[in-house]
């Protein structure tokens, strides 16, 4: 590969290699499929009968709470890529508001939970695989393992392949929720509604925070508008993500309620298991397994998308080692997703090593998600004009209130935000040297 040096957009010289721009192959249901892929995950398969159990039927108001806290929080983040399209997506928004060091901090807070986040969707998919084909841990791992490759293969290979293998899979798995959950709800019975809130109207809040984990994912997105081939298409991708992920996660929460698909009628099953059950008969066990593994592809694709374009953009503002700011000849940041893999690959061999549960990792990337949104929404109420400043304010209030939530992770946010701006500061020196 021959040696060049280049501009980056912010008058900084890029690093030695060959640097190529990104290229603008993303259509709008290609859009539309890695953000809904961002968001519609692995909570699908858990979350439904974990609030239900904390709220009873009162949790589906905390499932409609958040899919209508997701049309600001969407509709910001579209406003701010279509403000100004930047590889570093809300890290670059950030930093036009706050300065450059706020900028990298967010860009660090996201991806320091790759290695953890990466690890969690692997074990859920490992787990579901595993399930499947009648293996233990070490399958499980195994399985999860080559998730992980196959996705960042993928990305490595081109956007425009990672974004179609990404379209067709979520209409499968979107196809097969809708099969599951229309059968279903000729199962509902009006009376598993009441009483209406058969616990504490208090515990609708908690069931919201532990339902956010499935509604993270509009900010990961943002680091691909420069690769849209129509500008307006954010928007329109943001709105049918939206609208998609409400059809998807309502009516499975109504029919998990309705139908008793949780707590100790469903036993050890998960609430999809008992629904599928009614649908695929005995291999119900086998569907959901396979369902799992393709639900923990979809947003790991996405995220692997946008935290490879992230830490690129990061490289190219000396945020970074200069050295990941570097594209291939075919504009794909090779270097960052190596980056980025051998992270994750760590993460998992951690994971294996201590025997880390999900519920050991899931806090360091929720935590990390929390203070990255409420910096992106601080950011945008002073980028953004009305009416659109108003819902980046409402989802300010409201991402904060959640953070608080995070208790004492709270310091491991402090402690990745120390590190970015020692790095920013040593960064300066080393660059006035």
């Given at each position: 590969?021959?040696?060049?040096?280049a501009?980056?957009?912010?008058?900084l010289?890029?690093?030695?290699?060959?640097?190529?721009?990104?290229?603008?192959?993303?259509?709008?249901?290609q859009?539309v499929?890695?953000?809904?892929?961002?968001?519609?995950?692995?909570?699908?398969?858990?979350?439904?009968?974990?609030?239900?159990?904390?709220?009873?039927?009162?949790?589906?108001?905390?499932?409609?709470g958040?899919?209508?806290?997701?049309?600001?929080?969407?509709?910001?983040y579209?406003?701010?890529?279509?403000q100004?399209a930047?590889a570093?997506g809300f890290?670059?928004?950030?930093?036009?508001?706050?300065?450059?060091?706020?900028?990298?901090?967010?860009?660090?807070?996201?991806?320091?939970?790759?290695?953890?986040?990466?690890?969690?969707?692997?074990?859920?998919?490992?787990?579901?695989?595993?399930?499947?084909?009648?293996?233990?841990e070490t399958?499980?791992?195994?399985?999860g393992?080559?998730?992980v490759?196959?996705?960042?293969?993928?990305?490595?290979?081109?956007?425009?392949?990672?974004?179609?293998?990404?379209?067709?899979?979520?209409?499968?798995?979107?196809?097969?929720?809708?099969?599951?959950?229309?059968?279903?709800?000729?199962?509902?019975?009006?009376?598993?509604?009441?009483?209406?809130?058969?616990?504490?109207?208090?515990?609708?809040?908690l069931?919201?925070?532990q339902?956010f984990?499935?509604?993270?994912?509009?900010?990961?997105?943002?680091?691909?508008?420069?690769?849209?081939?129509?500008?307006?298409?954010?928007?329109?991708?943001?709105?049918?993500a939206?609208?998609?992920?409400?059809?998807?996660?309502?009516?499975?929460?109504?029919?998990?309620?309705?139908?008793?698909?949780?707590?100790?009628?469903?036993?050890?099953?998960?609430?999809?298991?008992?629904?599928?059950?009614h649908?695929?008969?005995?291999?119900?066990?086998?569907v959901?397994?396979?369902?799992?593994?393709?639900?923990?592809?979809?947003?790991?694709?996405?995220?692997v998308?946008?935290?490879?374009?992230?830490?690129?953009?990061?490289?190219e503002?000396?945020q970074?080692?200069?050295?990941l700011?570097?594209?291939?000849?075919?504009?794909?940041p090779?270097?960052?997703?190596?980056?980025?893999?051998?992270?994750?690959?760590?993460?998992?061999?951690?994971?294996?090593?201590?025997?880390?549960?999900?519920?050991?990792?899931?806090?360091?990337?929720t935590?990390?998600?929390?203070?990255?949104?409420?910096?992106?929404?601080?950011?945008?109420?002073?980028?953004?004009?009305?009416?659109?400043?108003?819902?980046?304010?409402?989802?300010?209030?409201?991402c904060?209130?959640?953070?608080?939530?995070?208790?004492?992770?709270?310091?491991?946010?402090?402690?990745?935000?120390?590190?970015?701006?020692?790095?920013?500061?040593?960064a300066?020196?080393?660059?006035?040297?």
């Amino acid at each position: 590969m021959s040696s060049t040096t280049a501009a980056s957009p912010h008058g900084l010289p890029a690093s030695q290699g060959q640097t190529q721009p990104l290229r603008r192959t993303l259509g709008l249901w290609q859009g539309v499929s890695l953000y809904v892929g961002s968001v519609l995950g692995t909570g699908v398969l858990v979350l439904p009968g974990v609030a239900a159990e904390t709220a009873g039927p009162a949790s589906v108001l905390a499932w409609l709470g958040l899919v209508l806290l997701s049309l600001p929080l969407a509709l910001t983040y579209a406003a701010l890529s279509r403000q100004r399209a930047d590889a570093a997506g809300f890290s670059d928004a950030i930093e036009r508001a706050f300065g450059p060091r706020w900028g990298a901090v967010a860009g660090w807070l996201f991806l320091a939970q790759v290695p953890t986040g990466t690890a969690v969707a692997a074990l859920i998919a490992g787990e579901y695989g595993a399930s499947v084909l009648g293996g233990g841990e070490t399958l499980a791992f195994t399985l999860g393992t080559a998730l992980v490759v196959s996705a960042y293969a993928l990305n490595f290979v081109g956007l425009r392949v990672s974004a179609t293998a990404q379209l067709m899979t979520l209409a499968v798995i979107v196809a097969g929720l809708v099969l599951i959950v229309g059968r279903a709800l000729q199962e509902v019975e009006v009376q598993a509604f009441t009483p209406f809130f058969s616990r504490s109207p208090v515990t609708v809040g908690l069931a919201a925070v532990q339902l956010f984990w499935a509604f993270v994912g509009w900010e990961a997105i943002t680091p691909l508008a420069r690769e849209f081939r129509e500008p307006r298409d954010i928007w329109r991708a943001s709105l049918l993500a939206v609208g998609i992920v409400a059809i998807v996660y309502l009516p499975l929460a109504i029919v998990t309620i309705g139908t008793g698909a949780y707590g100790a009628a469903a036993g050890a099953k998960t609430p999809l298991v008992v629904l599928a059950g009614h649908v695929f008969g005995p291999n119900a066990s086998r569907v959901v397994g396979i369902a799992g593994l393709l639900l923990s592809f979809i947003p790991l694709n996405a995220y692997v998308a946008g935290t490879s374009r992230l830490a690129f953009a990061l490289g190219e503002r000396r945020q970074l080692p200069a050295w990941l700011g570097v594209t291939s000849a075919s504009g794909t940041p090779h270097r960052a997703l190596v980056a980025l893999c051998a992270a994750a690959l760590l993460g998992l061999a951690a994971t294996y090593l201590g025997r880390l549960r999900i519920a050991d990792l899931l806090p360091f990337s929720t935590s990390s998600f929390l203070a990255t949104y409420v910096l992106s929404m601080a950011a945008a109420t002073r980028l953004l004009r009305p009416p659109l400043s108003y819902a980046a304010l409402v989802s300010l209030v409201a991402c904060t209130a959640v953070l608080f939530f995070v208790g004492t992770f709270l310091a491991w946010v402090g402690a990745v935000t120390v590190c970015a701006l020692a790095y920013q500061q040593f960064a300066s020196r080393r660059g006035a040297g």
